[in-house]
């Protein structure tokens, strides 16, 4: 849209219905932000008074180098910043929504929610029924409640918009800017997931389980929690080893823990196993092409050269194999470990306040100190917890 085009409509719409029309043509994609000039929209504004001087590069008097101060009373004094902050604000929408390659949204239930460090509460689960014989009363069934509390952060950066990139047209280099702000932003929040799935940092006190409000390791080594096959498993023993990822039988043997292994947490009566199907393989970089080979094989062959048989691939298709970066970037044993079960039903994303972006116009400190014409803030407030033990299983990989 060029500068004849917004002036146009800013005469005969006003600044309101200007707002509005932009909004509604954006919205119905008959434009993109793309498609604006901040440049033709500030100098349609009046708010660009001496832009030849700038695009000749003249010198400029230090002290009357306003240049996007108001010049025109019949355009609202704030139309071009409020215009500029939508536009500017979708871009870093934009961003934040290029999800390709991210993972996190399919590890997570995502809770909208108005508190911070709440209690998600819960019970232990109830005995089964009981033969009731005739004339006889049924019985009682007993439960205990049990709850984890949830804990989020903020999270934000500003992006300052400089009155050169207005004045020489850098329309595209200030769209780019904000892509990236919006990009990293959702970076931020796929590594936080990532680190918190795997526990990667209860070492340094950063849980993400926290029964009764107390945190602790969600995947303890000793097996105590229902969810380690791997070294110094105490409480199942009979899966103390490490298993490698290699072939379909090192994912038969960790299925065959969940079944035998992994039991409810009635309080009133024998504990039994829960039907957990498991919907996702999570495996660092590192393992992502075996993975995706083991899952997806049509076909396997076992015994030896002298005498050999082909099968159908046993576990082929039953689960989606994820894989991101933040699991090898923790290293160490980390970088062969891997998991299997059902992430959403284990872990919750509490959100608080989705991603917003906010506008800071010209009057600020910074349009003096720095030459900048207006700030844009974008921020996120939420945080993933663990809800349970049982759903998901870390397997030591050695």
Known sequence: MD?????????????????????????????????????????????????RS?????????????????????????LFQVVTGELLGRKVIEGYEDDAGFIGDKLVSVMPS????????????????????????????????????????????????????IAFDQTGEINRRAMAMGYYLRQERERTILRAV????????QYVYRPGGSGEALYNTDGSNRNW???????????????????????????????????????DGTPRPIVMPVRQLLVPENLRGTAMSIVNSSEVTVGTDSREMTFANPVQGIVEVLSSPFIDEQGGQAANDWYIGDFRKQ??????????????QSDSEAAFERDVV???????YGGISAVDTAFVTKVDGA
């Not at 490698?244 to 994912?251: G, K, P, R």
């Open 347 to 360: 872990f919750v994303w509490t959100e608080i306040w989705p991603v917003q972006t906010f506008l800071q």
């Open 114 to 165: 108005r508190l911070r460090n709440q209690k998600i509460a819960g019970f232990k689960a109830l005995a089964g029924p009981t033969e009731v014989a005739e004339g006889h009363p049924y019985e009682e069934s007993t439960f205990e409640e049990k709850y984890v509390t949830t804990e989020e952060t903020k999270q934000g950066r500003i992006l300052s918009i400089n009155e050169e990139l």
């Open 229 to 267: 096959v791997g070294a110094g498993n105490t409480t199942s023993t009979g899966f103390a080893t490490a298993v490698a990822l290699e072939d379909w039988t090192d994912i038969e043997e960790v299925l065959h823990y969940r079944a035998t292994e992994v039991k409810d947490d009635r309080i």
């Open 374 to 380: 207006l700030r844009v803030k974008a921020r996120y």
């Open 54 to 78: 700038l695009r000749s590069e003249a010198p400029l008097n230090g002290n009357v180098r306003h240049l996007l101060q108001e010049s025109n009373p019949g355009v609202s004094s704030n």
């Open 3 to 51: 500068g004849q085009n917004v002036r146009t409509l800013i005469e005969s719409l006003g600044a309101e219905g200007f707002y509005h029309k932009v909004c509604t043509l954006i919205n119905d994609k008959q434009l993109n932000v793309d498609d604006f000039s901040y440049y033709e929209l500030a100098e349609a504004c009046g708010v660009l008074p001496t832009l």
């Open 198 to 205: 795997t526990d990667a940092d209860s070492g340094a006190g």
